[in-house]
T-cell receptor
């Protein structure tokens, strides 16, 4: 089966600029996650969607980060304006559902963001 | 609040030696525990989960609810096991959180 697709793979922007990341999950997967992975740390959940509804966004810095999942399929994560500390790999993952046996998360390759 | 702790950032062993990657968690309910692995230049992927009680690539992990641990073990490490390993917890209500990860380096 096709995996989780993310674009772009790399992005370099100046601080205070805006950036958007795109994710296409595995077909049929209801749950979609965005994680932020700062160098040397584990993935940190930013936001989780179940279909097109938000399940958890408690760790999303809402003053600058926003995310949406159109029609319960593709998702975009936006940062506006970016700060130096936003430099990280942004991982998108999807799972069949969020509970039970179907919680295995399938990850994309990630987008490496560098803010200069 | 849920938390996953991996106390070792780096673990270095010789080929053929036993390896144990530690994972402790804090969660008041009945969690699902996972080990994910990331090989060099590859995406993060599931290695094993506690509810399936399986052995993958020679690795096993036992959930110890009394000690709130889910350590990953392999009796004889191979060079191809060198990777980043992440312990993860799902709270049964959709959220999956990850530990900081342990880099395993298997020396020839």
């Amino acid at each position: 089966e096709a995996g989780v697709a993310q674009s772009p793979r790399y992005k370099i922007i100046e601080k205070r600029q805006s950036v958007a990341f795109w994710c296409n999950p595995i077909s049929g997967h209801a749950t979609l996650y965005w994680y932020q992975q700062i160098l040397g740390q584990g993935p940190k959940l930013l936001i989780q969607f179940q279909n097109n509804g938000v399940v958890d966004d408690s760790q999303l810095p809402k003053d600058r980060f926003s995310a949406e999942r159109l029609k319960g399929v593709d998702s975009t994560l936006k940062i506006q304006p970016a700060k130096l500390e936003d430099s990280a790999v942004y991982l998108c993952a999807s799972s069949l559902t969020g509970t039970g046996w179907n919680t295995e998360a399938f990850f994309g390759q990630g987008t490496r963001l560098t803010v200069v | 609040a849920q938390r996953v702790t991996q106390p070792e950032k780096l673990l270095s062993v010789f080929k053929g030696a036993p390896v144990e990657l530690k994972c402790n968690y804090s969660y008041s309910g009945s969690p699902e525990l996972f080990w994910y692995v990331q090989y060099s230049r590859q995406r993060l992927q599931l290695l094993l989960r506690h509810i399936s009680r399986e052995s993958i690539k020679g690795f096993t992990a036992d959930l110890n609810k009394g000690e709130t641990s889910f350590h990953l073990k392999k009796p004889f490490a191979q060079e191809e096991d060198s990777a980043m390993y992440y312990c993860a917890l799902n709270d049964g209500g959709f959220k999956t959180i990850f530990g900081a990860g342990t880099r395993l380096f298997v020396k020839a």
